[in-house]
């Protein structure tokens, strides 16, 4: 950071965007600048190609700089590559009595990143998700606090490297510095969710064109992040498919016409579709019923649910703690997709509002930019943990992570 100058980088499956701000002296936020360019060059959150990844880069950063008036070198990027893994880490020291002093808390949370295990995989975040006094769990600050032991329940996130690693080459081939890196689902849970939401216990679902991003929040800390190689593009695909029309035609109607549950008046609405190889005028428009494109999206979009339903019920998020998601991203503006998302989860599903941001565009509070927004406000703020992915450790676990994670959700919350 710069003058209060910070910039980020979402590096997306759909898009790139660069987000230039200010940190104001009373800790509020300006931004300065906007850039948003298409990003062809990746796919799922991995880079595909990267000269067209370089160029999305260098336009983004050009227009955010072009806006602020301002030229940057740095860059707080956003991750969705390289497969996250969550994982937490349980540790209990003694204390014997005495109160609790921040050198205790120290040296439980070291000794809890010692047993992590990131085997050859890049730790991106570590950082305590809860603390128990004597066994209780719940305890926001257990400073000053009389006990006979702390715990520590330490929430790891680890990545592939080289799909890491690859994203950052694109951003330093745009003579760009990588200043830090945060895991897409932990950013977009920040934007989407409100404090009761982050305290009670919610997930948030961010679904964009090549991912969908999930992280599950409790007592106000992140205690899952998953991201599953699946989003709207799918969706863009399969209707060009059928409907045999361009890619960029089947994107059209599914942002203008489409829907993800249907509706009986679907079947008297018509859509005129461009055919392969036709010029898109006059008799070259196929009129379909409307009730077929929403068939279409309504499919995909529910084997999406219930895949992401079979990961919450794995991870532990249930019961009363367990009945809440917040749905965000680019799909998250298709009519009547939260009303699909709460039939196939049975959690209460709303869709993410982001309060206003001075100097932020209109046209860039939409839940596409979620993850952008909550990367901005990690950056500027400090938010969340530091970055530990010079920290490796190669240590054997012979507990299964994803059972490990389970039972201390159903213990806890």
């Known amino acids: 950071m710069r003058d209060g100058i910070i910039a980020v980088l979402d590096i997306g499956s759909s898009k790139a965007v660069c987000i230039i701000a200010r940190s104001e002296p009373d800790g509020s ?21 990267m000269a067209a990844t370089e160029e999305a880069i260098r336009t983004a950063v050009d227009q955010a700089e072009r806006m602020a008036g301002v030229a940057i070198e740095g860059v707080t990027m956003l991750s969705a590559a390289g497969y996250p893994k969550s994982q937490i880490i349980e540790m209990e020291v003694a204390i014997d009595g005495h109160e609790i002093s921040q050198a205790d808390i120290e040296h439980a949370i070291s000794e809890a990143r010692g047993k992590m295990d990131a085997s050859d995989k890049r730790l991106l975040h570590n950082f305590p998700a809860a603390f128990a006094v004597d066994g209780v769990f719940g305890v926001n600050s257990p400073i000053g606090m009389t006990a006979t032991t702390l715990s520590v329940a330490m929430h790891a996130i680890s990545v592939t490297d ?3 690693k690859n994203l950052e080459r694109c951003v330093q081939r745009a003579h ?5 890196i945060i895991v897409a689902p932990y950013a977009s849970g920040l934007s989407s969710l409100v404090d009761d939401e982050l305290n009670i216990g919610a997930a948030c679902i961010d679904i964009g064109g090549g991912t969908t991003d999930i992280s599950v929040f409790a007592q106000g800390a992140l205690v899952h992040a998953e991201i599953l190689p699946m989003g709207g593009r799918e969706v863009t695909d399969e209707i060009a498919r059928q409907l045999l029309t361009p890619v960029d035609q089947a994107e059209r109607l599914k942002t203008l016409a489409g829907c993800a549950f249907y509706d009986p008046s679907h079947e008297r609405d018509f859509v005129d579709v461009q055919q392969v190889g036709e010029s898109g005028f006059g008799n070259n428009l196929k009129r379909v019923p409307r009730s077929k494109l929403t068939k279409i999206m309504q499919d995909i979009y529910q084997s999406h649910f219930e895949q992401i339903n079979e990961r919450l019920d794995a991870m532990g998020f249930s019961g009363p703690s367990g009945q809440h998601v917040v749905l965000t991203g680019g799909v998250a503006l298709t009519e009547s997709i939260a009303d699909l998302a709460q039939q196939i989860l049975g959690r209460h599903v709303r869709i993410a509002r982001h309060r206003g941001i001075p100097g932020l565009p209109e046209s860039a509070q939409g839940p596409q930019f979620s993850a952008a927004i909550g990367l901005l406000g990690h950056a500027i703020r400090g938010e969340g943990a530091k970055n530990g992915s010079k920290r490796r450790k190669r240590q054997k676990n012979t507990q299964n992570m994803a059972e490990k994670l389970t039972e201390w959700f159903q213990r806890n919350f």
Request: glycine content about 18%.
């Open 29 to 49: 936020i300006l931004v300065l600048g906007v850039g948003n360019r298409a990003c062809p060059g990746v796919r799922c959150g991995a880079v595909t190609d």
């Open 162 to 164: 080289g799909p890491v």
């Open 176 to 180: 760009l510095v990588v200043d830090d």
